[in-house]
């Protein structure tokens, strides 16, 4: 057995390229390993000090966070604008805290803003319409075309403002339908706001027959006005006749109610004024189409 050992060893080359590279790819890998195992090793406790750095700076960052809420909360701040600075807040605070983390890991400031340079770059090449949703949220911020709890009209929605976001406007529409709508637009659009001044005229108008009394049609819509207490009296109503049609005569009435009482005064009104008209025999026309037969000779 030990000669047929020795033999064997005889016969392996022991200057195999081979080989030689084999054991070359073997030491360069446990070297490379080595190397990193030892850089962990001494980078760990700055890795564990940065971590920790980091979730204390979102806690502190959460709770100046709070505070601001509540701070404006006291101020005078609309609450859709306080949410829109909130969520800013936070954005600059998280940004803060990252920094913070990479340079205590030695990471350079000129690398860090090299970086965020680049990052800004992309970001407002491929976010373009963001960007211009977040310009618009500043201006809807400063201008204040409207507050919480406006009812408003934009791009042909109309409804409640809950909230202004960082990119969105939120509207609740009458309907319960929640419509988000880009800031960018917001500030280019056309707003009408309903409850900017606390009352709200309702323009209505009645049509009644050529052969129709238009005085006693008239005396019954003011009779109506009078009735109604949600109608305020100042300004006055104005109920005259507004255009001569081709089988009516228009009657223009122009009332003032809250804004509260907008729809529930408006309703009312036209069914009062239709039972009205019922019982003054006031006709109401209705298109019709008047056929003529000629008999031939």
């Known amino acids: 057995m030990k000669i047929f050992l020795l033999e064997t060893e005889k016969s392996l080359p022991t200057d195999n390229p081979a080989v030689e590279a084999i054991e070359e790819q073997v030491e360069k890998a446990t070297g490379y390993f080595g190397g990193i195992s030892e850089y962990i090793k001494n980078a760990l406790p700055s890795i564990i000090i940065a971590v920790i750095i980091l979730i204390i700076g979102i806690i502190i960052s959460k709770i100046i966070v709070r505070i601001t809420g509540k701070a404006l909360s006291r101020s005078n701040v609309d609450n859709a604008a306080k949410h829109f600075l909130e969520s800013l ?3 600059i605070l ?4 990252i920094i913070i983390t990479l340079s205590f890991l030695k990471v350079p400031m000129s690398s860090i803003i090299t970086i965020l340079g680049a990052a800004g770059l992309a970001v407002s090449l491929a976010l373009q319409n963001c960007l211009s949703n977040l310009c618009g949220g500043f201006i809807i911020l ?3 075309p409207f507050s919480s709890g406006d009812i408003i009209e934009i791009d042909g929605s ?3 403002v809950r909230t202004i976001g960082i990119l969105y406007t939120k509207i609740l529409t009458f309907d319960s339908k929640t419509v988000f709508i880009p800031n960018g637009k917001v500030s280019e659009a056309k707003i009408i706001n309903y409850t900017e001044t606390p009352n709200r005229r309702i323009d209505l108008q009645f049509n009644i027959s050529y052969e129709s009394d238009y005085d006693r049609a008239r005396a019954a819509i003011l009779e109506v006005i009078a009735a109604d207490k949600l109608i ?3 300004p006055a109503p104005v109920v005259r006749m507004s255009a001569h049609n081709e089988s009516s005569v228009s009657i223009d009435a122009l009332v003032w109610a809250k804004n509260a009482d907008y729809f529930t005064a408006r309703y009312n009104m036209l069914e009062a004024v239709r039972n009205s008209f019922a019982e003054n025999n006031i006709i109401i026309p209705f298109g019709q189409v008047d056929v003529h037969i000629k008999e031939g000779k």
């Open 89 to 91: 807040v936070r954005i």
């Open 94 to 97: 998280y940004v803060v805290v």
């Open 142 to 144: 400063f201008s204040k």
């Open 158 to 160: 109309v409804g409640t």
């Open 232 to 234: 305020l009296k100042d």
